[in-house]
């Protein structure tokens, strides 16, 4: 168990709606990472907040989008979902930055399928 | 642009065989490299990472890989393989020219152990 918990573990839902995911980082993690993970594209990294603000970017839809709120928890946002959007969606997190050498600690993921 | 390359979709060996998992990378500067594993239904666990010093990187369950700075691999390896390392294992990047926000995935390589 790596300290990093999402819900929900599973999530079915149509296209064109919209969906939340929620991940609860490590105790005293502070950044808190996104991943699509697909059988088409493999494991994409999404985006990345640290203490409430974004930091990094990644090949994140405009469609998604995703916050940090005062008690370190993330959420990702998902609208206007489209049958490509299933994938299994990970959330990691960290102490600091990752400037580098940083290890990034995963939830067990939540699995998105849209139909 | 930093990448890594896992040139191997799947990996058969025989319980109590040594191991080895290829991993090559490319980046501009001095690599942050990254090993996971991923068994069924879960999320990603962290192995063992690079950053700096021995070339070869000790990690969990007796897993280790080596840095080659001049073939730029990352080689994940163990010397005797037992089934319940059967699972998806992802070499990663971190791309320090972002600042080291991102991290960057190979597309994973199958390891099955034979009983």
């Known amino acids: ?115 | 642009a930093q990448s890594v390359a896992q040139p191997e979709d799947q990996v058969n060996v025989a319980e109590g065989n040594p191991l080895t998992v290829k991993c090559t990378y490319s980046v501009s500067g001095n690599p942050y490299l990254f090993w996971y594993v991923q068994y069924p239904n879960r999320g990603l666990q962290f192995l063992l990472k690079y950053i700096t010093g021995d070339n070869l990187v000790k990690g969990s369950y007796g897993f280790e890989a080596e840095f080659n700075k001049s073939q730029t691999s990352f080689h994940l390896k163990k010397p005797s393989a037992l089934v319940s390392d059967s699972a998806l294992y992802f070499c990663a990047v971190r791309d320090i020219e972002t600042g080291g926000f991102k991290t960057i995935f190979g597309a994973g390589t199958r390891l099955f152990v034979k009983a």
Do not use: M
């Not at chain 1, 102490?95 to 939830?107: D, I």
């Open chain 1, 1 to 115: 168990d790596s300290g990093v918990t999402q819900t929900p573990k599973h999530l079915i839902t149509a296209t064109g709606q919209r969906v939340t995911l929620r991940c609860s980082p490590r105790s005293g993690d502070l950044s808190v990472y996104w991943y699509q993970q697909s059988l088409d594209q493999g494991l994409q990294f999404l985006i990345q907040y640290y203490n409430g603000e974004e930091r990094a970017k990644g090949n994140i839809l405009e469609r998604f989008s995703a916050q940090q709120f005062p008690d370190l928890h993330s959420e990702l946002n998902l609208s206007s979902l489209e049958l490509g959007d299933s994938a299994l969606y990970f959330c990691a997190s960290s102490k600091r930055l990752a400037g580098g050498g940083e290890t990034q600690y995963f939830g067990p993921g939540t699995r998105l399928l849209v139909l």
